[in-house]
């Protein structure tokens, strides 16, 4: 149940910040920010069963940043792999080339997925359900938005309206500063009432207990959780800030992996 939040043209030292947790199963194994591919220069983690990644960034500072859709139905492991489609998004060099990119892909060949990309001038979301014809791409302006397991603005994750009132009520203008309060944020662990957890349909493949412990910003449960976090900025042509913690946020173990968006040819 991971948790996208983007701040773009805030008045803030970078055009457009990015704060996110992924959550996923403990045992399944990624790699640390390194170079996915050479041409355009693409930097981002790698999912070892996949091949993709959940988050990645150009040397040119466009981003694209993956969720999933919840769905309480079974996965179909025959489709094709959401974070190759990152890396595949990355690969058109432009948010009009994502978009485009996008147009053309069938929703129908990958589990449901979610999608934010922007470059420092704009931000998008998009969405793709196997039900769907197409996938919805939706512009977005500027403000705080949060990204989970949903298109924005879902009732179904109260976690997200909470997230996006604290991101939104930061007042810093000093990057370190900036950043420190994003670590809080991201580390939050503090669960919602259960009164605001929407009721788990027949048939759910996990309790209400666990459905609470989803709502967490960093979420914690015997098998599932906050397995890594990042912390981006951009401007228009370039990338800012590069910042991954191998672990919850909460362990204070974020290293900053700039340098790595550096082109050297």
Not at 154 to 176: C, H, L, T, Y
């Amino acid at each position: 149940m991971c948790t996208i939040i983007v701040r773009h043209g805030m008045d803030d030292p970078y055009a457009t910040i990015i704060a996110s947790n992924r959550d996923e199963f403990y045992d399944r194994k990624a790699t640390a920010p390194t170079v996915l591919r050479e041409t355009p220069r693409i930097i981002g983690g790698k999912d070892e069963r996949e091949g993709g990644t959940w988050f990645g960034l150009t040397s040119t500072g466009l981003f694209v940043g993956l969720t999933n859709q919840r769905n309480f139905g079974p996965r179909d492991d025959a489709l094709q792999s959401r974070g190759a489609l990152v890396v595949e998004a990355l690969t058109q060099g432009s948010v009009d080339g994502v978009r485009a990119f996008l147009r053309d892909v069938d929703p129908s060949r990958y589990n449901e997925f979610n999608l934010v990309f922007g470059d420092g001038e704009e931000i998008a979301a998009a969405y793709g359900r196997r039900e769907g014809r197409r996938v919805e791409i939706e512009r977005l302006g500027s403000g705080v938005f949060v990204l989970c397991n949903d298109r924005m603005g879902s009732p179904e994750f109260p976690k997200a309206i909470g997230a996006g009132d604290r991101v939104r009520a930061i007042q810093a203008r000093e990057w370190p500063v900036l950043k420190e309060q994003l670590v809080e944020v991201l580390s939050d662990r503090a669960l919602p009432d259960s009164a605001r957890i929407p009721p788990l349909p027949p048939g759910a493949p996990f309790d209400e207990d666990v459905a609470r412990r989803l709502q967490a910003i960093c979420v914690e449960t015997p098998l599932y959780g906050t397995v890594s976090s990042t912390i981006a900025a951009v401007s228009p042509g370039r990338v800012d800030q590069y910042w991954f913690s191998d672990g919850p946020p909460s362990q204070g173990s974020f290293r900053d992996v700039s340098d790595l968006t550096r082109d050297v040819g």
